[in-house]
């Protein structure tokens, strides 16, 4: 029964864990500078290795080994915020402007009007101003 | 006698006023004009969270030994010109060899002819500096005289109060103990006697490194207890984020909207400010872009995210971490007007 039960609980923290660095992978695909990929790299840390070694921690039991695997889990929760922000902070001093949600309403517009959501005064700006 | 140029690297240093003193009255008496040049160094980058405070620290200090060096040649009839500048602002000064760079290349531009070092000079928060500073000059052949100064004992003003000394001590043998400890195995009398031996090891060299503030004796514990409550909140608060940003990649029409944002925080000093900007960067969604001081420059990826950075959640944790219960009970940044959406260019 015990081991049913470790046996399902190690399954579904790999599942999530997987899922999760999955997302930030398709993340790191799709969104469009470096500053929203840094955001998203930050998922496989925070989720994608804690649910992993989470599992790790639960398949070992309660040996003194699974103490590691949490303070592995503690210096990745030190160094993930470390490593997205230094990146983030040599785009931003190596003068890359990060997109903000204006710019991107600008480059849309030409050719896709309708395609983001929550932008439509903008839009409705200047898509009127092209008409007149 | 012409001109003589003379160079005065500060630091805040119990000696450094005997050190003006002297370079001055050294350069008086070989030369009725003189230039002297009052240099701060700064071991880290301006842009540091606290670089701010540390340059206006340093500004004071050659603002005052200005004034010294005014005071002292007062009553003579020489002519004196002082100049004062911070160097090292743009670049990290690892150890001797750059300050010692540092110097060389300021002594160059300005054509100076001695160097005027403090004893005790300290440019770090952690060691001094004389002796390697002076190896590294010799080896640049750059002409410099230590000034003869006194002081007292060096080890009264190194440690402080009897009790802060031990107590830092007492803290990192505990800390180092256990962390070893945990390593090797608890129950095996080898680990725990080679443990004792590293951590007595570790904590006489390295617990001024540690704990460069005092510590309180119920502070300092409480605050460990208080982290310890605010790691299970800081999860919960991942998992949110971490659910919110995923729905948004996986939607088709992926509706992000990237925005920067200053906050002006409110927690002071490097640990707490370390600890917020850590927790905003590890929740997807905020992401720390620039920490200068408590001004934080913070991209935002969804609304969501932005709102709760807005209301404040983990700033007011932080608080709770080090100020305790009261400290927590702080207006939003929202409500006190912290807070700005700020344009891409102005990164």
Known sequence: MIDQLQFWAVLLCLAFGLFFTFVSTVGV?????????????????????????????????WESTTIYTVLLLFFVFLTNPTAAHAIARSAAESGITPLTAEDELESETPDDGASAPGDTAVNAGEEGGDHA | MAAERVLVPLSDTVTVRQTVGYAVRAALEDADAVEFHLVAALP??????????????????????????????????????????????????????????????????????????DPEYQPGQTAQLIQPLEREFDALGLPYEEAPVDR???????????????????????????????????????????GAAVAGIVS???????????????????????????????????????????????????????VLTRVNARVRGGL????????????????????????????????????????????????????????????????????????????
């Open chain 1, 29 to 61: 695909l799709r969104l469009p500078d470096v500053y929203s990929r840094a955001h998203t790299a930050s998922q496989t840390d925070t989720l994608g290795a804690g649910l992993s070694l989470a599992a790790v921690a639960l398949a070992l039991g």
């Open chain 2, 44 to 117: 880290y980058d301006v842009a540091v969270p606290e670089g701010r405070s540390l340059t206006e620290d340093a500004e004071q200090l050659l603002t005052r030994a200005e004034n010294w060096v005014e005071e002292d040649v007062d009553d003579t009839d020489a002519t004196v010109e002082i100049e004062t500048a911070v160097v090292g602002t743009n670049e990290y000064l690892f150890g001797p060899r750059d300050f010692a760079e540092v110097f060389e290349a300021y002594a160059t531009s300005h054509d100076i002819d001695r160097i005027v070092l």
């Open chain 2, 152 to 194: 007292p004992a060096r080890h009264e003003r190194l440690i402080g109060g009897g009790t802060e000394r031990f107590d830092q001590l007492f803290a990192t043998f505990w800390i180092s103990y256990g962390f070893y400890l945990i390593l090797g195995d608890p129950t095996y009398p080898f680990d725990l006697v080679t």
């Open chain 2, 204 to 258: 006489i060299s390295l617990a001024y490194v540690t704990f460069t503030f005092p510590l309180g004796r119920l502070r300092s514990p409480l605050r460990t207890v208080r982290f310890a409550l605010y790691i299970p909140y800081l999860l919960y608060e991942i998992i949110k984020a971490n659910l919110a940003i995923s729905v948004v990649i996986l939607r088709p029409s992926m509706p992000i909207e990237p």
């Open chain 2, 272 to 347: 707490p400010l370390l600890a917020l900007a850590n927790s905003i960067t590890l929740t997807p969604g905020t992401l720390t872009v620039r920490a200068d001081d408590q001004r934080l420059i913070v991209h935002t990826l969804i609304p969501g995210a932005r709102d709760d950075l807005f209301d404040g959640a983990l700033e007011r944790a932080v608080r709770f971490v080090f100020h305790g219960r009261s400290g927590a009970r702080i207006p939003t940044p929202r409500e006190r007007d912290d807070t700005e959406i700020i344009g891409g260019d102005d990164v």
